[in-house]
C-alpha cells in the first residue's frame, strides 16, 4: 500500500466515479454506449442524468429493449482498474476500508499491506430475480462455523456476504425485479439508502458502496403491484426502455446483431423491400389485434426471422449450385418457426393457431411494403397478360433461371427491378422482384393465387396456359 500512496491515489465512491469519466466521455464527444440503436433522444438522455444526478435506476420496458445490455455496458463508465485490499471479499478500499477485517489487516500490517488491482469487468454482479431468491443470496448469511470460533452474531466477520456485498465498489443488477418476494424486497431498504444491512435482526453496519440497478416489465411494476412502494422510491431515476421508432432502426438492429455461425459458405444478399418486410412483420405483430400486447413484441423476433429467411435462401443456392443467394417472398415461410413462440395470442372469441396469426402478419407486411412503393396501374399491362389466361408458378425450391421468361414478357418488371435497386443482370435478385410483384397484386386483388402443397400458382381471372 506504500507504493498507492506515494502515487497519490484518492478514494471516490462508485457514483462519483461513473459521474467524473461520464462528464469526460461527454467533453470527448464519445458515445455512452456502443451497439444501441434508437435509444440516441430518449433513453440514453435518462441514463446520463441519472448518472449525474447519482441515482439509483430502474429499467422499464417490454421483453427485447436491450436493458440487461445497456445495464451490463454501464461498467464501461468505470475506472478501468482500482486498487483493493488483497483477499478480501468485498473488494475493500485500501484508504477507507469498511469491513472489519480489513480495518483490523491495516492497523496489524501498515503499509505493508498487500493491495491487486480489479479490472471494471470484475465490478459487476447480476442476478435474475426468481420467487426463491432469498435474503441470502442477495446479502448474506450467518455462518454458524464462524460463530462457533466465538464471532458475536452482530460482526460482519460472522457473515457469508451475497452477492451485492460481493459487488461492493461496483454495479449490481436485479433483472426482473417483481418477481423478488416482498421479504426480500424489504431487505434492499437499508442498502439503496442508509447502505448498511440486518441478517436475522441483527444491524450490521457495514457502509456498502454499491450501484444499484434493475429492469422490470411496466406492466409489472405500475399495474399489478409486484413491487412494494417503499422500494419503488428508493429508485431515484426510472429509464422507459421502447422498441424501434421508425422501421430503419429496426432494420439496423437486424443487421447488427444477425448471428452468423461459421464460415459464409457462398454470398447472402437481402435486397431492400425483403429487409422491410421482415421488419414490418414485427411492427404488424406490434399493433395486432390478435396479440397480447402486454407482454410485447421483442425485437429478437424481426432477428430471428431475418437469420431463417437468409439460411433458406442460402439452402436453395447450395442445393441448385447457385453463385450466391437472394431471399424470395417464397422464403417468408422459413419465419414461421421463427415467429411461434415469441408471440402471445390474445384470444377474443373463436381462437387462432399461431400460423394463421403468422400468416396475417406477413400478408399485412408485404401489402405495407408493396404500397408503399409501387401502385397496381404501374402493373396493369402485366395484369393483362394473366387476364388473358396465362398463369404462373413460383416456390422456394426453382431455380432462379426459371423466372427469366416472364421478364421477356413483361417489361414493367424490369423498370420495378430498377425501382427496387435489384440488378439486372442477376437472376436471383430478378426472382425475388418477381415474387414480391405476384404477392404484392394478389393482395392487392388483382390477381387469384392458388396455395398448392410446394408451389404457388399466381393467375388472372380466365386462367390458361402456363407463362
Known sequence: MRELKKAGWSSRSVKEEMRANL????????????????????????????????????????????????????????DEWIPCIAGCEINDDPLQPACRHCRDR????GDDLAIEWLHRSQRY??????????????????????????????????IHFGLIPRTNRGVFAINELPDLAEKVQVGLFNIMEER??????????????????????????????????????????QVRTHYPEKREMEIAIMEQERRQVGKEIIPVKAPG???????????????????????????????????????????????????YA?????DLFAIYSSSRGKIELEYAGE??????????????????VFDRIFTVEEFSPFEDIFNAGAV??????MPSEDYMDVYAEAPELRAAAEKLGCSESSPPELASVAEFILEGLHLNKRLNKKDLEMKKVYQGKAPGLAL
Open 23 to 78: 462528464i469526460a466521455m461527454l467533453k470527448d464527444g464519445k458515445p455512452l454506449f456502443q451497439g444501441i440503436v434508437g435509444y440516441e433522444r430518449s433513453v440514453i438522455p435518462a441514463i446520463e442524468n441519472a448518472i449525474l444526478s447519482g441515482h439509483d435506476m430502474i429499467f422499464l420496458g417490454e421483453r427485447g429493449q436491450a436493458k440487461t445490455r445497456i445495464i451490463r455496458s454501464l461498467t464501461n463508465i468505470l
Open 106 to 109: 491495516i492497523e496489524k500490517e
Open 125 to 158: 454482479g447480476e442476478k435474475l430475480a426468481t420467487p426463491d431468491v432469498s435474503i441470502g443470496d442477495l446479502i448474506g448469511e450467518i455462518d454458524p462455523v464462524k460463530v462457533a470460533e466465538g464471532r458475536y452474531l452482530a460482526d460482519e466477520r460472522t
Open 196 to 237: 448498511d444491512f440486518q441478517i436475522k435482526g441483527f444491524k450490521v453496519m457495514l457502509p456498502l458502496d454499491v450501484v444499484i440497478v434493475a429492469s422490470a416489465n411496466p406492466e409489472d411494476y405500475t399495474h399489478r403491484g409486484r413491487i412494494i412502494t417503499p422500494l419503488k422510491d428508493r429508485f431515484a431515476s
Open 273 to 323: 423491400f425483403i429487409k422491410d418486410i421482415v421488419a414490418q412483420v414485427t411492427i404488424e405483430a406490434r399493433s395486432s389485434p390478435e396479440i397480447n400486447q402486454r407482454s410485447g413484441v421483442s425485437v429478437r423476433m424481426t432477428i430471428a426471422n431475418y437469420e431463417n429467411i437468409l439460411s433458406n435462401a442460402m439452402k436453395r443456392a447450395i442445393s441448385l449450385g447457385e453463385k
Open 326 to 330: 437472394v431471399p424470395r417472398i417464397s
Open 351 to 368: 381462437e387462432r393457431d399461431e400460423s394463421e396469426v403468422v400468416q396475417l402478419l406477413i400478408q399485412r407486411a408485404i401489402k405495407n
Open 392 to 397: 404462373m408458378e413460383v416456390s422456394a425450391a
